[in-house]
């Protein structure tokens, strides 16, 4: 692809990502309400004051925004653009109920209906994975700004020798079971992480993951930003049933069921 991305639109991201997962962790101390949306799924003062930030904030990169708290641009309007963000305000709503600490902050730019940049934002350890296919991934705390700073980059992806599969621990599916059953048939035995939200993207892209299989609804926001990251070193997010990577800005923006895994790996 023949794109750039501009060096003011990721510090534009970087600043709109912190601000909100300060506001959320502070949110997180408090005695917040939970209600329940339309769609039946939960939603806290966090989740609104989030997007509220990340909105004023990416406006002025003057690039059109999906968010999920938010109305949705019509298709017919969103098909006609190069570029466009997606954002999670606040992905892992019930691990913030519940007060696990695994949820975070997901911005993603796309062009194209590729993920070329992504941030993931974690308010409760204060740290950022970033990156995109064109500059490598880096993670790093919320004091630095880590991007092309070598003591920050992450390597590229390697194979742990027991395999390590991230899974939700929300959503695990008969259909995911299946799954793991057929990744032991192919490496042996597997070992296990159990986490919420796009956080299992921080351990694939650390090393600490090789696999993370999804047989259950997710939602462009909740994936885009790990799949930007995580192809830019050596990993990658499959339709499963295609084994295509994952396309986004989409009429329809719920993900096909689908794995991310390192690329290098056996088919």
Known sequence: ???????????TAMHA???AANAIDELYQTNFDV???????????????????????????????ISEEETIPPF???????????VDPLDGTKEFIRQNDEFCVCIALIYQS??????????VKKMILAGGESMGAFYFPFGEYGMGHSQFQLKNIKSNKTKIIAHSRSHFSEKTKVLIESIEKD????????????LKFVDLCLGKADFYPRMAPTMEWDIAAGDA????IGGEVLDFTKFEPLKYNKE?????YFIARNKHLKQ
């Open 35 to 65: 209600e329940i949306k339309a769609d039946r799924s939960p939603v806290t003062i966090a989740d609104k004051t989030s997007s509220q930030i990340i909105l004023r904030i990416l406006k002025e990169t003057k690039i059109p925004i």
């Open 252 to 256: 329809n923006l719920y993900n096909p």
């Open 17 to 19: 990502a912190i601000e």
């Open 114 to 123: 590729q993920p070329v940049f992504g941030i993931l934002a974690d308010p």
């Open 1 to 11: 692809m023949d794109y750039a991305i501009h060096k003011d639109w990721i510090e």
């Open 229 to 232: 990251i995580y192809r830019s």
């Open 76 to 86: 017919k309007q969103r098909s006609q653009l190069d570029w466009i963000w997606i």
């Open 187 to 198: 490496y042996g035995e597997v070992d296990f992480i159990k986490k919420g939200s796009a």
